[in-house]
T-cell receptor
Framework: GAVVSQHPSWVICKSGTSVKIECRSLDFQATTMFWYRQFPKQSLMLMATSNEGSKATYEQGVEKDKFLINHASLTLSTLTVTSAHPEDSSFYIC???????????FGPGTRLTVL | QKEVEQDPGPLSVPEGAIVSLNCTYSNSAFQYFMWYRQYSRKGPELLMYTYSSGNKEDGRFTAQVDKSSKYISLFIRDSQPSDSATYLCAMSAWGGATNKLIFGTGTLLAVQP
């Protein structure tokens, strides 16, 4: 089956630093990738939709200047949390659309802790 | 009112039991319905995908959709301890994986050996 990887799987950083999270589709091409965040015991909240080669579309209430998304190739999208603060601590999950099967596959998630 | 409502549980059953997981929704535009399984600290895994009212079966899993009542269910037969996870329903107004999914809050299931 289609595999989506995320790196790193967990990261701890100091307040004010920036953190980059990578999402890769390992065995398929993904023209569209999605970024979610999930708080403990809550559901996934869509942050933005990323299309290869174009600007991401952000959901209402998500700061585009704080959560920078780049989708430069058909297998890689990155989410950069700029000037991270403790309230940004969360579980970040990406998903990727396999255009051959038109199915969304999720990555394993990245746990971010900002001290 | 949330667009998708799901009983958060937790739900605890003995091994071998039949499990019923349910979601209701308010948006009549939803036409595509999915069930995901999420183990602790992992990303969701797609279990079932359906777009029509009625039942769809895959092994021990059966997805049921009732569009007239805006109600969907996932049944797990002969439940196993390995089924212990959080189950998320998700819905979309349009087909295709390019479209936004609306998730329920998830139901935590524990299958006791």
């Amino acid at each position: 089956g289609a595999v989506v990887s995320q790196h790193p799987s967990w990261v701890i950083c100091k307040s004010g630093t920036s953190v980059k999270i990578e999402c890769r589709s390992l065995d398929f091409q993904a023209t569209t990738m999605f970024w979610y965040r999930q708080f403990p015991k809550q559901s996934l909240m869509l942050m933005a939709t990323s299309n290869e080669g174009s600007k991401a579309t952000y959901e209402q209430g998500v700061e585009k200047d704080k959560f920078l998304i780049n989708h430069a190739s058909l297998t890689l999208s990155t989410l950069t949390v700029t000037s991270a603060h403790p309230e940004d601590s969360s579980f970040y999950i990406c998903s990727a659309r396999d255009r051959a099967t038109d199915t969304q596959y999720f990555g394993p998630g990245t746990r971010l802790t900002v001290l | 009112q949330k667009e998708v409502e799901q009983d958060p549980g937790p739900l605890s059953v003995p091994e071998g039991a039949i499990v019923s997981l349910n979601c209701t929704y308010s948006n009549s535009a939803f036409q595509y319905f999915m069930w995901y399984r999420q183990y602790s600290r992992k990303g969701p895994e797609l279990l079932m995908y359906t777009y029509s009212s009625g039942n769809k079966e895959d092994g021990r899993f059966t997805a049921q959709v009732d569009k007239s009542s805006k109600y969907i269910s996932l049944f797990i037969r002969d439940s196993q301890p390995s089924d212990s996870a959080t189950y998320l329903c998700a819905m979309s107004a349009w087909g295709g994986a390019t479209n936004k999914l609306i998730f329920g809050t998830g139901t935590l299931l524990a299958v006791q050996p």
